[in-house]
């Protein structure tokens, strides 16, 4: 999401999961906002509120949460689930690089180191 106006103005948007093309088929998320460090868990009628000034972007990552588990992915990238590997859904990913993991478990938001090819239990996290 860019603010690409020059005239000083600030845009003001509002983000839902019935905004997307297509349902993803879940009833709760996390979000993570790229550039500002925002994250937080949302249900499938909540909104996002997006506040932009003058050329200000905001790359919006949002990913499911199924039992109690949402994983972000590597915060130290601009895309955080570009080298992350899903080996089993919601139980195992494998992180393709080295970094901080970014995920949600149980009401909380965590960061854990990991290296590259280890395969993470996200049931252990």
């Known amino acids: 999401i860019v603010n ?15 905004l997307l093309p297509k349902d993803p088929g879940y009833d709760e998320y996390v ?9 937080k868990f949302i249900r499938r009628n909540d909104r996002v ?5 003058e050329l200000e972007g905001e790359l919006l990552i949002l990913s499911p949460v199924e039992e109690d588990i949402g994983v972000i992915g ?7 689930p570009y080298p992350i590997e899903v080996v089993e859904r919601f ?4 992180s393709l690089v080295r970094g901080r993991l970014l ?7 965590y960061e854990r180191y990991v ?6 239990e ?4």
């Not at 005239?7 to 019935?18: H, K």
């Open 103 to 109: 995920y949600y478990s149980k009401g909380s938001f």
């Open 74 to 80: 590597v915060v130290d990238y601009l895309l955080p």
């Open 4 to 18: 690409i106006n020059r005239r000083g103005d600030m845009i003001r948007e509002f983000f839902s999961i019935d």
């Open 122 to 125: 996200l049931s252990s996290l």
């Open 49 to 53: 509120e997006i506040t932009l000034k």
């Open 91 to 94: 139980r195992r990913i494998r």
């Open 31 to 39: 979000f993570y906002k790229v550039f500002s460090g925002e994250k």
């Open 115 to 120: 290296e590259p090819t280890k395969i993470i």
